[in-house]
């Protein structure tokens, strides 16, 4: 009897085993994956990961005060840890599924993605799955570049809530219009290669309306607030410029020219950009700083980032530079303006965002588009302003809206005598260095 059994367990795995086999053998057959795009779009959104945690932690963490240090780390880790979590529920399939009507948002069917394939159908280099996982890192760094502008002073449940509500009714939607299935944008001819508008603009504009509506730290304008740690943050924008890479190349979604293109224009324009802001930073005060540097740098890649396969290394290099000078000014005005955005998101986020959405209608090249305003396609150019005050309207009204409803649930900002123990301390009990 005990052979017999043993046989049998035997037989039905084999059976199994065959019968797998046959169904892989006919996934492979049936699939158009190519294995070197799956290898760089998995590589690509690991390193976009590595923007938010560590890149950006290191580089927002250095630029405030000691005391404030860790809540910065917090807050880059929980927004990836929600916007992880709620891609997959449910941010997806309101970016990316079919369109419902007008192309202003996705449908539902897709909702813990559902019918999201592992595996490539006959028209498609990579599984729906990983171009899902990729998409996620960006929806995952845009909430987190917000964090600049209420650094120091936002209660850590108002911006949790802050992450779930923005991701969901601003971030994704706006992702379905340029670049989801017949969205209105996208569907215009509105170029945006690696998200000028999704990601940059968005972000920037959004922090603008936070930053008004949280009102300035206490001491803005009266003591000085200087970083606290600069080689975090060289060593923070050194992580954002290696991870841009796949963020922008990445974006070709395939190992190819495109994606030669993207890479290339990428480090370009963030050279030129750092040199761009050093000179101007320089003719202005005297000497150049390695915050300034730093900074400049991610100005370029914000700038290149909608340009980045539309236009040729002479377009990128002067879309970076004029991105570091623009920038500069731009961060330079905050004081004057009577705003407090905490780390300059507006400045090279919002400026640098719609620099380069604009630029990408001037110098989009005929080679690898329809052409920009130097090729002779003014429409394009035409077509970069739509888009960029569409989504100035969107983001801006949507992102007060939002505060709004958690003003009244929560609150925003935290008590005086929190603020000026330190979030570190106040929020989390905990401090960052021990002397």
């Not at 690509?44 to 890149?55: D, E, F, H, R």
């Not at 507006?346 to 690898?368: D, E, M, Y």
Request: overall charge negative; proline content about 3%.
């Amino acid at each position: 009897m005990g052979t017999g059994i043993r046989w049998l367990a035997a037989s039905a795995v084999g059976l199994l085993l065959l019968t797998a086999k046959n169904a892989f053998a006919q996934d492979g057959a049936e699939s158009g994956m190519v294995a070197g795009d799956v290898a760089w779009i998995l590589v690509s959104s690991a390193i976009v990961l590595m923007m938010t945690i560590p890149g950006l932690s290191l580089f927002y963490g250095g630029l405030v005060r000691a005391k404030n240090v860790l809540s910065i780390f917090m807050l880059c880790l929980v927004t990836t840890a929600i916007v992880s979590v709620t891609w997959v529920l449910w941010g997806y399939s309101i970016a990316f599924d079919a369109d419902l009507g007008g192309g202003l948002i996705g449908g539902l069917s897709k909702i813990g993605l559902s019918g999201v394939s592992w595996v490539a159908g006959p028209d498609e280099n990579i599984p729906e799955q990983l171009f899902m996982v990729f998409q996620m890192m960006f929806a995952i760094i845009t909430p987190a570049l917000v964090v600049g502008a209420i650094a120091e002073r936002m209660k850590f449940a108002a911006f949790l809530m802050f992450v779930v509500l923005w991701s969901t009714f601003i971030y994704s939607p706006l992702c379905h219009w340029v670049w989801g299935p017949d969205g209105w944008l996208g569907a215009r001819g509105a170029l945006d290669f690696a998200g000028g508008t999704v990601v940059h603009i968005s972000s920037g504009i959004s922090a603008l309306v936070a930053a008004i509506m949280l009102g300035k730290r206490a001491g803005f304008g009266k003591e000085p607030m200087p970083p606290h740690n600069v080689p975090f943050v060289v060593v923070g924008a050194g992580l954002l410029w290696v991870g841009w890479f796949g963020f922008n190349a990445g974006s070709a979604l395939a190992a190819d020219g495109i994606a030669t293109v993207a890479f290339v224009n990428t480090n370009t324009a963030a050279g030129a950009a750092v040199l761009g802001w050093m000179i101007t930073e320089w003719m202005a005060h005297g000497k150049p700083t390695a915050v300034g540097a730093a900074t400049g740098a991610v100005a370029g890649l914000v700038a290149i980032t909608p340009a980045a396969g539309f236009v040729e290394p002479i377009g990128a290099i002067a879309i970076g530079f004029v991105g570091g000078f623009l920038c500069y000014q731009a961060c330079s005005l905050k004081s004057k303006l009577g705003y407090d955005d905490a780390l300059d998101v507006v400045g090279v986020h919002g400026v640098g965002g719609t620099w380069g959405a604009l630029a990408t209608g001037i110098f989009a090249s005929t080679a690898l588009s329809d052409g920009g305003l130097l090729s002779g396609n003014g429409g394009q150019f035409v077509e970069q302003i739509i888009g960029v005050l569409a989504t100035y309207a969107f983001c801006g009204i949507g992102t007060f809206v939002i505060l709004t409803i958690i003003k009244a649930v929560v609150g925003l900002r935290v008590e005086p005598d929190d603020e000026s123990m330190g979030l570190d301390l106040s929020s989390h009990a905990e401090n960052a260095y021990t002397n």
